[in-house]
Each structure stands twice: as structure tokens, then as C-alpha cells.
């Protein structure tokens, strides 16, 4: 509790008055305040963190169990300076022919997006995305490339290791 006194001054007059000690209860505020801190911590909605699902294959089963026609897959190396090369198939033999983009929504998805229309064209089933991040890139390119994934709506992607001969194409090209 708190108390404001206010002691009596002799002013010099004659008459004398009276000076009441007020007296001002502050139990009411404070249990207020208490009540509003309380209702603010309770009904605040800390920041979520924001993840991506990502499904990794099991070890415990051995490679090659499911071959992967070279027709529907897209490897997507991810190079040095906010670049990246893509090709169709198989790097000895590409369907498409490996091509330099970067990861704007011009980029990366606008391929990601004629492939896959390509894909299911000529056989009628979805593409398969495998994304190889090299030495040199950065990770937000990572993060982005999964996310480009996601816009696009491809459900087959792998995170896989990087080749010597993908290295040696990223060469190739200046990346």
C-alpha cells in the first residue's frame, strides 16, 4: 500500500488549519495491473517457427532397389554465384542439355515448371527431382530450390550427393 501524507505548514497566520492526512489505497491498481499482465501473457501468440517437411529415404534398405527411368529425372546442381545448371536425363546422354539458370521465379521454376509439362507429356507420369548442392552454393539456394519445388507442386525430389562429373559440368559452364 502506498500513502501520500502532507504534512501541515505554518504560514504565519493566525488561524490554524486543520490539514487532513489523504490517504490513497493502491491495492486495487496494482491487482489490476497483475490482472492485465496476466491477460496479455496468456492470449499473445509467440512466433511460430516456420519449417519445411522433407522426407529422407530409409538407410536400412540397399541402393538400386527402385530403378529411375532417366526420362523423368531432373537433376538440378546447384552452383557458385546464386547459379545453377539443369539437365533432363542422364549427363552423358541428356534429354535436354545442360542449361544455366538462376533462382528467380523467371529461373529455376519457370524450368522446373516446362520439364515437368514435358515429362507428362511424353509419358504421362510425374518427374523426378534430384537436387545436388555443390561445395560452392550457398545454402538460402538450397532453401530456395525446395521451395521452387513446393510452388510447382513436384512431389518426387531427392537431396543427393554431388558427382565428379556434375562438378565437371558446373566447370564447363563458368559456375
Same mark, same amino acid.
Given at each position: 500500500?502506498?500513502?501520500?501524507?502532507?504534512?501541515?505548514?505554518?504560514? *504565519?497566520? +493566525?488561524?490554524?488549519?486543520?490539514?487532513?492526512?489523504?490517504?490513497?489505497?493502491?491495492?486495487?491498481?496494482?491487482?489490476?495491473?497483475?490482472?492485465?499482465?496476466?491477460?496479455?501473457?496468456?492470449?499473445?501468440?509467440?512466433?511460430?517457427?516456420?519449417?519445411?517437411?522433407?522426407?529422407?529415404?530409409?538407410?536400412?534398405?540397399?541402393? *538400386?532397389?527402385?530403378?529411375?527411368?532417366?526420362?523423368?529425372?531432373?537433376?538440378?546442381?546447384?552452383?557458385?554465384?546464386?547459379?545453377?545448371?539443369?539437365?533432363l536425363?542422364?549427363?552423358?546422354?541428356?534429354?535436354?542439355?545442360?542449361?544455366?539458370?538462376?533462382?528467380?521465379?523467371?529461373?529455376i521454376?519457370?524450368?522446373?515448371?516446362?520439364?515437368? +509439362?514435358?515429362?507428362?507429356?511424353?509419358?504421362?507420369?510425374?518427374?523426378? !527431382?534430384l !537436387?545436388?548442392?555443390?561445395?560452392?552454393?550457398?545454402?538460402?539456394?538450397? !532453401?530456395?530450390?525446395?521451395?521452387?519445388?513446393?510452388?510447382?507442386?513436384?512431389?518426387?525430389?531427392?537431396?543427393?550427393?554431388?558427382?565428379?562429373?556434375?562438378?565437371?559440368?558446373?566447370?564447363?559452364?563458368?559456375?
Open positions: 500500500m502506498a500513502e501520500l501524507n502532507s504534512s501541515p505548514q505554518n504560514g *504565519g497566520g +493566525k488561524y490554524k488549519r486543520k490539514k487532513i492526512n489523504a490517504r490513497v489505497d493502491l491495492t486495487a491498481m496494482v491487482d489490476l495491473a497483475f490482472l492485465l499482465i496476466t491477460f496479455f501473457i496468456m492470449t499473445t501468440t509467440l512466433a511460430k517457427p516456420k519449417a519445411m517437411d522433407l522426407s529422407m529415404p530409409d538407410k536400412s534398405k540397399p541402393d *538400386g532397389d527402385m530403378p529411375v527411368p532417366a526420362s523423368r529425372t531432373l537433376t538440378l546442381v546447384l552452383g557458385k554465384n546464386n547459379k545453377a545448371v539443369y539437365f536425363g542422364e549427363l552423358k546422354n541428356p534429354v535436354i542439355s545442360p542449361s544455366v539458370t538462376d533462382f528467380s521465379a523467371n529461373g521454376r519457370k524450368a522446373i515448371i516446362e520439364t515437368n +509439362k514435358m515429362v507428362h507429356d511424353n509419358t504421362g507420369k510425374s518427374m523426378i !527431382v !537436387v545436388k548442392p555443390s561445395d560452392k552454393s550457398q545454402y538460402s539456394n538450397l !532453401v530456395s530450390t525446395l521451395d521452387e519445388l513446393a510452388i510447382t507442386g513436384i512431389q518426387q525430389y531427392a537431396i543427393v550427393d554431388i558427382m565428379p562429373a556434375d562438378v565437371d559440368a558446373l566447370k564447363q559452364k563458368g559456375i
